[in-house]
T-cell receptor, first 116, second 112 residues
Framework: GAVVSQHPSWVICKSGTSVKIECRSL??????MFWYRQFPKQSLMLMAT?????????EQGVEKDKFLINHASLTLSTLTVTSAHPEDSSFYIC????????????FGPGTRLTVL | KQEVTQIPAALSVPEGENLVLNCSFT??????LQWFRQDPGKGLTSLLL?????REQTSGRLNASLDKSSGRSTLYIAASQPGDSATYLC???????????FGQGTELSVKP
């Protein structure tokens, strides 16, 4: 149980295009989802916290107009990288917290974004 | 500023050896601490979760300890195997259901 999926697993796009990444909780309801970014050989950095039905809370230094987050249902959150540039190339990982179980986050397999 | 540091950054050991990975955090008022495993290009697998009131947790060959007063945690791996090769990440939570602050990870290589 408690499986989180991400789609796509990897994507290559041209500079200036927008890319949407989906994060789904497959067998549980997730009231909260988190979006992380990981650069090569570095740790995960939290970008934003997404609560179902409300606006996401962004970490300091993360541009909310560039990284659009939508959490429209209890099983789906999306991250859209708008007007992507090469410096946005990274590994994006989401995690989901089980509703009613506050301490455990389950992580998705990640999405590798490469912007040419 | 709340920071998490892991030492060493990389570790290579022969199969069968017992080893210890270290994690330190600057703000000792933690809610919980977790150890994760990450294989190359993959997501995270939770290994052990220690609540702030606990001193250690065990799962199979893994044992994680927590010393809040000194701001440290260790992950002990007994009888290491090549399949243990991965990056191990320590993450600290400061409130219930809140965000996690990750260390940089320790890249472990266990040689047969």
């Amino acid at each position: 149980g408690a499986v989180v999926s991400q789609h796509p697993s990897w994507v290559i796009c041209k500079s200036g295009t927008s890319v949407k990444i989906e994060c789904r909780s497959l067998d549980f309801q997730a009231t909260t989802m988190f979006w992380y970014r990981q650069f090569p050989k570095q740790s995960l950095m939290l970008m934003a916290t997404s609560n179902e039905g409300s606006k996401a809370t962004y970490e300091q230094g993360v541009e909310k107009d560039k990284f659009l987050i939508n959490h429209a249902s209890l099983t789906l959150s999306t991250l859209t990288v708008t007007s992507a540039h090469p410096e946005d190339s990274s590994f994006y990982i989401c995690s989901a917290r089980v509703a009613g179980v506050t301490d455990t986050q389950y992580f998705g397999p990640g999405t590798r974004l490469t912007v040419l | 500023k709340q920071e998490v540091t892991q030492i060493p950054a990389a570790l290579s050991v022969p199969e069968g050896e017992n080893l210890v990975l270290n994690c330190s955090f600057t703000d000792s008022a933690i809610y919980n601490l977790q150890w994760f495993r990450q294989d190359p290009g993959k997501g995270l697998t939770s290994l052990l979760l220690i609540q702030s009131s606990q001193r250690e947790q065990t799962s199979g060959r893994l044992n994680a300890s927590l010393d809040k007063s000194s701001g440290r945690s260790t992950l002990y791996i007994a009888a290491s195997q090549p399949g243990d090769s991965a990056t191990y990440l320590c993450a600290v939570g400061y409130n219930q259901g809140g965000k996690l602050i990750f260390g940089q990870g320790t890249e472990l290589s266990v040689k047969p």
